[in-house]
């Protein structure tokens, strides 16, 4: 895997992050993803990610509490995870019909069992940032990163930086085609969360990621 090119990028926090944006991580010896970003309804990919089911691409979204008894301007750690209308369980459906059929989908799934859960049912209801975190953590297990150390804190305004990307929407127009279980009828699916990529490539997603 190539040596990344930038000693620090900084990114916004992401649920189940697209392929762009661990291509993005990838790019730095050292990733930091600020938990201290604004709360703002129109940044829904915190906790909404996309992925490809058999009607094509599709939004899945873990709801959240609106931010409330913080001091100061409200961020995504003041947002708490709802247990609203059993969300854990459509995902879990959902995923399953998308990519039950791809060759890693068995020996990966149970990894997220502390992100698609009751909330409810842990010993401290998470926070969108806990959740996007946790998420992080088993997909990085999966992909394997080995010159990126990745932190999860809050970024100050002094911090240096090589490459602020926290702003950025990580698409990526001209993505390479990989092997998705669904194309030959719905063709290739580009800018999806990288749940697509790791239950259709397993081990091979990292080597794919680096090429980006």
Known sequence: MPTPTNDIVLLPPRLFGSVGWYAAMATGRRAVVDTAMRYDKRQKAVHRYDIADVRGRMQLTVPLGKPH????????????????????????????SAYGRTPYFEFIIDRFDSVICDPASLPVRPTAIDIARRADEAVRSVLS??????????????????????????????QPAYWQVRAHNLG????????????NLGSESGPYIAGL
């Not at 290739?188 to 239950?199: C, H, T």
């Open 145 to 174: 990163l080995p010159y990126t150390v990745v932190e999860w804190k809050p970024v100050t305004d002094t911090e240096a930086a090589t490459l602020d990307l926290r702003r950025a929407d990580f698409d990526t127009p001209s």
């Open 188 to 199: 290739f699916i580009a800018n999806l969360s990288v749940l697509d990529l790791i239950f």
């Open 69 to 96: 008894g913080c001091r100061g301007v409200p961020t995504w750690a003041d947002a708490v995870v709802s247990s609203h209308d059993e969300w854990w369980l459509r995902h879990r459906v959902t995923l399953e």
